[in-house]
C-alpha cells in the first residue's frame, strides 16, 4: 500500500474557571496555550510511522456559551498535514480529544488489505485501552 497523505483537524480546549463573560480571554489564552504546546509536541517527539508535513495554527481561537456547565470554553483549532506508512498509524488521531475532521488527501482510491485491516482493529483496541487508563488515572489524582 501507498503511504497516506492526511489533513486532521485538532480543537484544544479551554475552560475559563469562573462563570463570568469577562473570563473569555482567560479561556482564549488556555486554548491557545495548550494548542502550542500540542504542536511542539508533534514537532520534537517522534510517532512511528507518521512524517509530520506541516502544522497549521493560523485560525483564531473562538469561544463559545457551554449552557450546560454555565461557563465559557475556547477553543484553539490547528491542521497538521501528515504522511503516515500505514493506516493503522493514523488510529492515534481520531482518538484524540481534540479531534474534529479527517481529510484523506492522497491517495485518491484506497484499498486496504485483510491484513491491513486486522492491524487498524488491533490498533484502535490499544488506543481504548490506553485512553481508559488516562481516564482512570485522571479520576485517582482527583
Not at 463570568?20 to 500540542?38: D, F, M, Y
Not at 465559557?72 to 480529544?97: G, L, R
Amino acid at each position: 500500500m501507498s503511504k497516506l497523505k492526511i489533513k486532521v483537524r485538532f480543537d484544544y480546549e479551554g475552560k475559563s474557571k469562573r462563570k463570568k463573560l469577562i473570563n473569555v480571554n482567560n479561556s482564549l489564552e488556555k486554548a491557545e496555550e495548550l494548542r502550542q504546546q500540542k504542536a511542539a509536541f508533534m514537532r520534537n517527539i517522534p510517532i512511528q510511522g507518521i512524517e509530520i508535513l506541516e502544522i497549521d495554527m493560523s485560525q483564531e481561537a473562538y469561544t463559545i456559551r457551554d449552557e450546560i456547565e454555565g461557563q465559557n470554553v475556547s477553543y484553539a483549532p490547528m491542521f497538521v498535514t501528515v504522511m503516515a506508512d500505514s493506516v493503522d498509524a493514523v488510529i492515534k488521531f481520531p482518538m484524540d480529544e481534540a479531534f474534529r475532521t479527517i481529510e484523506i488527501i492522497e491517495p485518491e482510491l484506497l484499498s486496504v488489505s485483510r491484513t491491513e485491516l486486522e492491524r487498524v482493529f488491533c490498533r484502535i483496541n490499544t488506543e481504548l485501552l490506553n485512553y481508559r487508563q488516562q481516564l482512570e488515572r485522571k479520576r485517582d489524582w482527583k
